[in-house]
């Protein structure tokens, strides 16, 4: 069994930043890729960032470019999102996913594991 445990949400100004923080516990997910996903409410949920096994390839949406940052432990059950200059567009329930061996932009949470989500809020 996995879980996936997302924590960092919380309530920032706008132009603030937050890192969130994903941990990966049970067995180990090895090859998986490792993402964050987004939704706010009354959206469908949306790709924001990715990162593979290694650690050394990222993609992110044309959005949060520039802003936010993806990253992974040495021991690979770990993902971070660094995220600067938040604006009210940033607010959403932030969802870690982890897949195998890539992460396809179209959320699908019947695929792969799903953490419970953070609440990112950002006030203007």
């Known amino acids: 069994q996995v879980q996936l445990v997302e924590s960092g949400g919380g309530l920032v100004q706008a132009g603030g930043s937050l890192r969130l923080s994903c941990t990966a516990s049970?067995?180990?997910?090895?090859?998986?890729?490792m993402a964050w996903f987004r939704q706010a409410p009354g959206q469908e949920r949306e790709f924001v960032a990715d990162i593979n096994w290694y650690g050394d390839s990222t993609n992110y949406a044309d959005s949060v470019k520039g802003r936010f940052t993806i990253s992974r432990t040495i021991t690979r059950n770990k993902v971070y999102l660094q995220m600067n200059n938040l604006t009210p567009e940033d607010a959403a329930t932030y969802y870690c996913t982890a897949d195998t061996p890539s992460i396809t932009r179209v959320p699908n949470t019947g695929s792969g594991y799903w953490g419970q989500g953070t609440q990112v809020t950002v006030s203007s």
């Open positions: 049970g067995r180990p997910l090895i090859n998986y890729a």
